[in-house]
């Protein structure tokens, strides 16, 4: 039985990754953003342990996990959650900016380092969904972007460091899937959100269980799936 601690499950590729990993008896760990998130959590996802931390004030996290009972083994450390703000250069603010590259950045670098030890007992699996714009920006994207291909060279990074320590990285790059935040980018586009044209958050998770469930002697570095119709 593996663990596995999980950003993001709330919905979309993270809620489909953890109902994956509890349907087959792994053990899981839920990170939520607040108590009350911890509570929803635990009810979309009976069996599953949580724990409170806020990606969005990443400077808060060691303090955070200070306060609560941390696992002691960690087989992969999952990072999926995300969040996105769209807006011209010379609009978006300092704000902005702070938001998507605290939330997409900085907290899955500061969540590695305070896991690393669990992981390096493990020989674990650190897995980073990224995204298209991890590989190329579009208008209007920059901040989105600038944070995904910020995480693509936290992963490349990391991967040679942790090589040595047996710690598999791998980065996931999904193009358009039917999420919540799908939902949002599509009113912030001003277009209409249509579920049918994007992938399904369980074709994702399918990658994500397969690059984690490879044999030792094999990894998966990056990973780039996109829509089939």
Do not use: C
Request: net charge neutral; proline share 5%.
């Amino acid at each position: 039985m593996s663990t596995h601690l999980i950003t993001g499950a709330g919905s979309g590729i993270g809620a489909a990754v953890a109902r994956r990993l509890l349907e087959r008896g792994d053990e899981l760990v839920l990170l939520a953003r607040d108590a009350g998130r911890a509570k929803e959590l635990a009810a979309i996802h009976p069996g599953a342990r949580t724990l409170v931390g806020d990606l969005g004030n990443p400077d808060r996290l060691s303090w955070a996990f200070a306060q609560q009972s941390l696992p002691e083994r960690i087989d992969s450390l999952l990072h999926i959650a995300g969040v996105v703000e769209l807006g011209q250069v010379g609009e978006l603010t300092p704000k902005a900016w702070h938001f998507q590259l605290n939330t997409n950045l900085v907290a899955p670098a500061e969540l590695t380092r305070l896991f690393l030890p669990q992981l390096r007992v493990a020989q674990g699996h650190v897995v980073f969904v990224n995204s298209g714009a991890g590989l190329s920006a579009n208008a209007e994207w920059s901040a989105y972007a600038a944070s995904k291909h910020g995480l693509k060279a936290l992963a490349d990074s990391l991967r040679q460091e942790e090589h040595g320590n047996g710690v598999r990285v791998s980065s996931v790059y999904p193009g358009r899937t039917a999420s919540p935040m799908q939902a949002k980018v599509h009113q912030q586009e001003g277009k209409e959100y249509d579920a049918s044209r994007f992938m399904d958050p369980e074709s994702v998770a399918t990658t994500i269980v397969m690059a984690i469930d490879l044999p030792r002697d094999a990894e998966v570095n990056d990973l780039t799936v996109r829509p089939g119709r």
